[in-house]
């Protein structure tokens, strides 16, 4: 018989990116928590790549803050590099990405998990998943026995996991660690649908054999934003990272030997990541690229290992290196971890709610790479929102759910439970209808007030965002009554930037709209300029110039708002609807829309049978 070890208001399986937030959060809430990890020291492990953030990426990591997470916060403090990219976009696009000292991070998140109270942390691997009554029954490999009333299932790449080298494979978690093989088959025999998929990583390099002198460097940014909106102190750019290509020599080695990969062979069975391609996937699928992008990246300040991001592969270990020794300043290089492919169960997230919640089994509730998704931000994104359900759930409270028109997370899920997807899922700004409103820039104003309502952001933090919305609001009013004289150097600068000059005086409020112009180009024909942080100055900028395209996006928010309060009922029975197609039916059937608004979204639920349900609605007084 297991022996009883102990009864939790919320269980999470796994300590990576959405076990931790997943663990964090519900037990922020109050409710009594546990989280087990096969291995204590692979907590918040960065098996990938050493860094956080990225193209809308970073998007999500300042929402995770703004709702009261802790990944920014974390990355803030183990930055090597911060970069904003896509500065030559508009602030759509602006996203945050930043170098991280991988095993600091580590450290910090575990010691972070350690310090929260109604949360304990365990070592120990689940091989088994049962629901009794009302409760979830989790035993280890060491026969003990613990009860949830929910449990949260992040095992990222662990669940079956497999490595793929050349023509070696073996079960094996990422970094050497254990697979969990057992729960994996506790999943199966409970009734949930596992399917396969797969990633990778490059090999590592000793930065002591990497020929720098003939590699671009590239600097952080000189004016550093933070992840954390809550940052005192910005983080400092403390390390370059470096830029080289491949070549036609690379080409042909990888070219000659794709018969000894195991993606090409057919022995890897998973499907892989478009956007996050191998190497030799990219040299297949672009063949008429001459070449592509390398960047090598510091993994920390106390270690020489460095990363070659671009360079995935699951070629065999002496093809790797003929590859990688044909890449300039990588000529001698000495590898220290090779690369792999990795494959591994998740869930098709078809099978999940809003809340993350499993349509099927109640109080069990998925949470990043487990999902479907692919990246440390995605699943952290999914393991706060999770954890909140989960505790909410167990507490008897309402459910939390995020609107695709507020947030990069709400789209994320929202993607995830309605369209689901055949291949690891990666956010991208293109996925939201509305990202000229959903910029990283104001994930605090959309996000922190919804934070402190639900009970993770503090009163000091939340009057904080008050005196930011103060000042904003005072400094749009100054500037839309601020006139500016003509003068020889005004004109000058006009003109310079192809923008007629002025003859009479001008609101600055208007000047600020004019193409080419911005508020840092105006500022010392403002005399009366108050000292106020960047961030203010940014979002009265941002709110002037793109005015009339972020109220035609309001607008839709609103008709789209509208839509998502028309709720479904959770026991209507689709094929009882006599109009609908087929398809519509079976689709709503096994996805079970909350609202006509998710309806709506469905692939192959087309306008004309959301206009059948409206009707059906009002006919049946619904």
């Known amino acids: 018989m297991p022996y009883f070890s102990g009864e939790y208001d919320v269980a999470v399986i796994g300590a990576g990116h959405a076990g931790i937030e997943a663990a964090l959060s519900s037990a922020r809430l109050g409710a009594k928590t546990v989280c087990f990890t096969i291995s ?51 602030p759509a696009v602006h996203s945050l990405r930043a170098q991280i ?54 095992t990222g790449t662990f669940l079956d996991g497999k490595i793929y080298v050349g023509d070696k494979s073996f079960s094996s978690g990422p970094d050497g660690t254990f697979s969990a093989v057992k729960l994996s088959e506790s999943l199966k025999n409970t009734g949930v649908k596992l399917r396969r998929f797969k990633t990778g990583t490059p090999s590592r390099v000793n930065k002591r054999s990497v020929d720098f002198s003939s ?38 080695i990888i070219t000659e030997n794709l018969d000894r990969s195991p993606l090409f062979g057919g022995a890897i069975e998973g499907v892989g990541p478009r956007y996050c391609p191998s190497i030799e996937d990219k040299i297949v699928r672009f063949a008429e690229k001459e070449r592509h992008q390398i960047f090598i990246e510091p993994c920390g300040l106390d270690t020489e290992e460095m990363y070659l991001q671009g360079l995935s592969s699951s070629l065999p270990v002496d093809v790797q290196e003929a590859f990688i020794h044909s890449i300039k300043g990588l000529e001698n290089a000495k590898i220290m971890r090779n690369a792999y492919a990795i494959e591994y169960d998740c869930v098709d997230p078809l099978s999940l709610k809003p809340t993350l919640e499993f349509l099927d089994y109640e109080g ?49 899920i929202d993607d995830l439970v309605t369209k689901g997807c055949n291949e690891p899922y990666r956010m991208m700004t293109s996925r939201s209808e509305y990202r000229l409103v959903l910029r990283q820039d104001n994930a605090d104003i959309r996000l922190t007030e919804i934070g402190y309502n639900i009970g993770l952001i503090n009163e000091g933090r939340y009057n904080k965002l008050l005196k930011k919305l103060e000042l904003i609001k005072a400094e749009r009013k100054r500037i839309e009554n601020t006139v500016i004289a003509p003068s020889e150097g005004i004109n000058e600068l006009l003109v310079s930037r192809e923008t007629s000059a002025l003859t009479t005086g001008c609101k600055l409020s208007e000047l600020i709209k004019r193409p080419q112009l911005g508020y840092e180009l105006l500022t010392e024909f403002d005399k009366n300029r108050p000292d106020l942080p960047y961030e203010i100055f940014e979002q009265v900028e941002i709110e002037l110039k793109y005015e009339g395209y972020i109220k035609r996006q309001y607008a839709l928010i609103a008709e789209t708002r509208r839509l998502e309060k028309r709720l479904l009922p959770e026991n209507i029975d689709y094929n009882k609807i006599i109009n609908l197609r087929t398809e519509a039916r079976e689709k709503l059937n096994k996805i079970r829309p909350l609202s006509i608004g998710q309806a709506s979204r469905i692939s192959g639920v087309s306008p004309a049978d959301i206009s059948v349900l409206l009707i059906y609605l009002k006919e049946e007084k619904l």
């Open 40 to 90: 204590l020291d692979m907590i918040g492990n960065m098996p990938c790549n050493p860094s956080i953030g990225g193209t809308s990426k970073g998007h999500l990591v300042r929402e995770i803050d703004a709702l009261g997470g802790e990944m920014g916060i974390a990355a803030d403090k183990n930055t090597l590099q911060n970069r904003m990219l896509n500065l030559g976009k508009g």
């Open 101 to 154: 000292d991988r095993r600091e991070y580590a450290k910090y998140m575990k010691h972070a998990l350690e310090n929260q109270e109604c949360l304990d942390l365990i070592q120990a691997e689940i091989v088994s998943l049962n629901k009794n009554g009302n409760l979830w029954e989790l035993t280890t490999m060491l026969d003990c026995l613990y009860t949830a009333k929910c449990a949260v299932i992040a």
């Open 215 to 252: 590699l671009e460097p590239q600097y952080g940014d000189e004016r550093v934003t933070p992840f954390s909106f809550d940052c005192e102190t910005p983080p400092k750019n403390l390390l370059p990272c470096y830029v080289t290509y491949t070549n036609d020599e690379t080409k042909r």
């Open 364 to 412: 069990l509730f998925g949470a990043g790479q487990f999902n479907g998704s692919s990246g440390y931000e995605e699943a952290a994104a999914q393991g706060l929102v999770a954890g909140i359900n989960a505790a909410f759930k167990a507490q008897g409270k309402a459910p939390f759910i995020l609107e695709r028109s507020g947030s990069y997370i709400g789209t994320l």
